[in-house]
């Protein structure tokens, strides 16, 4: 091999190694934002259901309207005004 060859070469390993980065990095990005909007319409299917009577459980609490809880909208939080939760650690209960 000569010089232009192996200059080339190392080039070509440059070049592929920064792409690899690149796409590494856009992936993560990717994921991350994936992450967010689940997590985002998770508390939002949340939101709803406790809004429209649906029962919730929080920790080990059964969280509803019927119950006496109350969703605070601007903390994002349900309250019988002694526990309060916030809404992303409930999940909607199972029947």
Do not use: A, P, W
């Not at 010089?3 to 690149?22: A, G, H, P």
């Not at 909007?37 to 429209?52: A, D, G, S, V, W």
């Amino acid at each position: 091999m000569n010089k232009s060859e192996t200059d080339c070469q190392k080039q070509k390993n440059q070049f592929f190694s920064s792409l690899t980065k690149i796409i590494i990095v856009c992936i993560i990005i990717l994921v991350t934002i994936s992450l967010q909007y689940q997590t985002k319409e998770n508390k939002n299917r949340l939101i709803e259901t406790f809004k429209n009577s649906g029962d919730l459980v929080c920790n080990t609490k059964d969280v509803s309207l019927k119950n006496g809880y109350i969703f605070n909208e601007k903390e994002k939080t349900v309250s019988d005004g002694i526990n309060i939760f916030r809404i992303e650690n409930c999940r909607v209960k199972d029947l």
